[in-house]
């Protein structure tokens, strides 16, 4: 009885505790789903973590891109750059046309000469009957000559005509190829402009991105406080149920404290109830912050869009480059065919050259002829006196003949004097308008330069960067407009020979180069220099280019060592096909220890603008060694480039002594 009575209290006392374990089990299922929702925020971490990736990829392959740009823009510059050599190319042909035209005007006066004597002859006719057969049959001849040299000039004419009608069609061509040219630039500054607003609105997704990230973070700190108040509620729940059974047993025993248990049960209860509804909000949170997510992966996803519409519109933009690029090439092999069709005209002079020294040769002979003849002449003298008043005729008319041809020549003459002024005019117009684009680029520099130092507190690090961009660019076109005044003033400035000292020239540039040189540490030495009968300044310019250029293109960390020396030689001597063998020349070489470059590239580098290296290594114009091919060629001399690379350079310059 005793027993029973023990065992039913107890079965109704662990009914709540059945009910408590229950409870327990919920709560274990829920934190296994918060466990599970914390796996997935770790995984949509990862994702977004992949995505930022994605991003800064995308970011790289854009600043690549810009980089692929700029090299293109370079390009064109230097495409640019080529079509002004040709035009001075182009330039220099009609300067040859204008020289051809004046030997043609001379040889003109020539046939004045020789009309003028035959009118003598005509004279002497009238006096002498003897010699009329011979003058008679010397007209002929001459009326011939004259006839064939009246169809050469005329066929000369519209040659030259057709020759000015190409130079304007061509200069209409490059009008139209500048304008496609400047739209092209304008072209690609709109785009630069484009993908500045699309970098700037990656740099604010990213800022969102970064922004969202710390949410996040904020979001995993509060889940890992509510996961350790949770261990900390298990661990206290724990506690209650060891105090629950201790209280179970005691209850067998104490009746009277099951009344006292009981109500701490209920406030254990609400307790519990209470948590469960902080876990259920917590629950809702996370749905919250899973919405949340999924609308961040959307946008991510948009801009993803965004990407890929960028890089398709980047793909068009490079295919309307590749185009602009085959346009430049077939213009340039344009160019080349009319420069083929130029040396064409230029040997078709040749050979009237040829063939009008052929002529007079020819005309020696016959003269020889007519002194054998000259005893079969005077039998034909009986014959001359009926002749007489045909001889008159034909007299008239070779006077109207010469009349027509004097009225030629000074049409010729006035073309001529045509051509020398608009090859002035052009002269002068490269001069003028280098001195003119000095100025406002002064006016830049300086603006620039007052802002730098006047408002460069109010300037953010980026504004700065722009204008030190700014001053790079303009001192780069300032030292490409001096080097094409340069240029020019070799071709144009009065040439004064002076026998020279080269050893003064020498120490010349070393003063002008002391800065480089202590910099460098460099070593010139010049050895057994000979006296030079050369034009001063554009020698002492020609010997600044190659000395500096061994400086600039020398090895870092070792001391640049540049070695001048001259001789007095034959042409034979020197083995070299170009020259003269009987001639004597001054063979001056410039040897240096630099960089050097490769074998293919020794006539490459005497070319205008012609660059081996990225601005970027060696700054330059590429116009330095065609100054001092010009120099040498102004002084009817040779220059030759011979290098390997990481070998030095050495140049060879032979001038008539």
């Given at each position: 009885?005793?027993?029973t ?11 709540p ?17 918060l ?23 995308a970011?790289k392959?854009?600043a ?25 190319e ?6 040859e ?27 002497e ?7 009329k057969?011979?003058?008679?049959a ?7 000559e004259?006839?064939f ?8 004419a ?56 710390d949410?996040?973070?904020k ?5 890992g ?7 900390f ?8 149920a060891a105090?629950?059974s201790?209280a ?23 307790e ?7 876990k ?14 999924a609308i ?8 993803a869009?965004?990407?890929n519409?960028?890089n ?5 933009q490079?295919h ?25 005209r ?13 002529q007079?040769d020819?005309?020696?002979?016959r003269?020889?002829?007519k ?13 001359l ?5 045909e ?26 004097e ?22 406002p ?5 300086t ?6 130092e ?5 300037l953010?690090?980026?504004?700065k ?14 030292t ?37 040189i ?7 030495e ?7 009968n ?5 020698f002492?310019?020609l ?28 042409g ?37 603008f012609q ?17 001092v ?29």
């Amino acid at each position: 009885m005793k027993t029973t009575k023990l065992t039913k209290p107890t079965s109704l006392f662990h009914l709540p505790a059945l009910a408590a374990t229950k409870k327990d089990l919920a709560r274990s299922q829920k934190s296994d789903k918060l466990i599970i929702a914390n796996k997935e925020l770790a995984f949509q971490n990862d994702e977004k973590a992949k995505r930022a990736a994605e991003l800064i990829i995308a970011n790289k392959e854009l600043a690549f891109q810009n980089k692929e740009k700029a090299k293109r823009a370079a390009e064109l510059n230097i495409a640019n750059k080529e079509l002004a050599f040709q035009n001075d190319e182009k330039e220099k042909r009609a300067a040859e046309l204008g020289i051809a035209n004046k030997e043609l005007a001379f040889q003109d006066e020539e046939k004045e000469k020789r009309a003028a004597e035959l009118g003598i002859a005509n004279k002497e006719l009238a006096f002498q009957n003897k010699e009329k057969e011979k003058r008679a049959a010397e007209l002929g001849i001459a009326n011939k000559e004259l006839a064939f040299q009246n169809d050469q000039k005329e066929k000369r004419a519209e040659e030259l005509v057709i020759a000015n009608k190409e130079l304007a069609y061509q200069n209409q061509v490059k009008e139209k190829r500048a304008a496609e040219l400047v739209v092209a630039n304008e072209e690609l500054a709109f785009q630069n402009t484009e993908k500045e607003k699309r970098a700037a609105e990656l740099n604010i997704a990213n800022i969102e991105l970064a922004y969202q990230n710390d949410e996040k973070e904020k979001r995993a700190a509060e889940l890992g406080v509510a996961n350790k108040e949770l261990a900390f509620q298990n661990t206290e729940k724990e506690k209650r149920a060891a105090e629950l059974s201790v209280a179970n047993k005691e209850l067998a025993f104490q009746n009277k404290e099951k009344e006292k248990r009981a109500a701490e049960l209920s406030i254990a209860n609400k307790e519990l109830a209470f948590q469960n509804d902080q876990k259920e909000k917590r629950a809702e949170e996370l749905v919250v912050a899973n919405k949340e997510l999924a609308i961040q992966n959307q946008v991510k996803e948009k801009r993803a869009a965004e990407l890929n519409i960028a890089n398709i519109e980047l793909a068009f933009q490079n295919h309307e480059k590749e185009k602009r690029a085959a346009e430049l090439n077939i213009a340039n092999i344009e160019l080349a065919y009319q420069n083929d069709e130029k040396e064409k005209r230029a040997a078709e002079l040749i050979v009237a050259n040829e063939e009008l020294a052929f002529q007079n040769d020819e005309k020696e002979k016959r003269a020889a002829e007519k002194e054998k003849r000259a005893a079969e002449l005077i039998i034909a003298n009986e014959e001359l006196a009926f002749q007489n008043d045909e001889k008159e005729k034909r007299a008239a008319e070779l006077n109207i003949a010469n009349k027509e041809l004097a009225f030629q020549n000074n049409e010729k003459e006035k073309r001529a004097e045509e051509l020398s002024i608009a090859n002035k005019e052009l002269l002068a117009f490269t001069y003028v308008s280098s001195h003119d684009l000095q100025e406002p680029l002064r006016k830049i520099q300086t603006f620039v330069s007052r802002i730098a130092e006047n408002e460069s507190a109010n300037l953010t690090d980026k504004g700065k960067e722009f204008f030190r961009r700014i001053q790079e660019s303009a001192k780069r076109m300032q030292t490409l407009i001096e080097d094409l005044l340069a240029f020019s003033r070799v071709n144009t400035a009065e040439r004064i020979f002076v026998n020279t000292d080269l050893n003064v020239i020498i120490e010349e540039v070393k003063t002008e180069l002391k800065d480089s040189i202590e910099e460098k540490h460099a070593v010139i030495e010049a050895v057994e220099l000979c006296p030079v009968n050369v034009i001063r300044f554009q020698f002492r310019q020609l010997m600044l280019n190659l000395i500096g250029n061994a400086l600039k293109f020398s090895v870092p960390q070792i001391p640049p060592h540049i070695k001048i020396t001259s001789t007095i030689e034959t042409g034979s001597q020197l083995k070299n096909e170009k020259l003269s063998p009987d001639k004597k020349y001054c063979h001056i070489a410039v040897t240096d220890n630099g960089i050097g470059f490769e074998p293919k590239f020794n006539e490459r580098i005497f070319e205008v603008f012609q660059k081996l290296h990225d601005k970027e290594e060696f700054a330059g114009t590429g116009i330095g060694l065609a100054i001092v091919k010009k120099i040498v060629e102004n002084h009817n001399g040779i220059i030759t480039a011979t290098s390997e690379l990481n070998k030095g350079a050495r140049f060879d310059i032979y001038i008539p002594a």
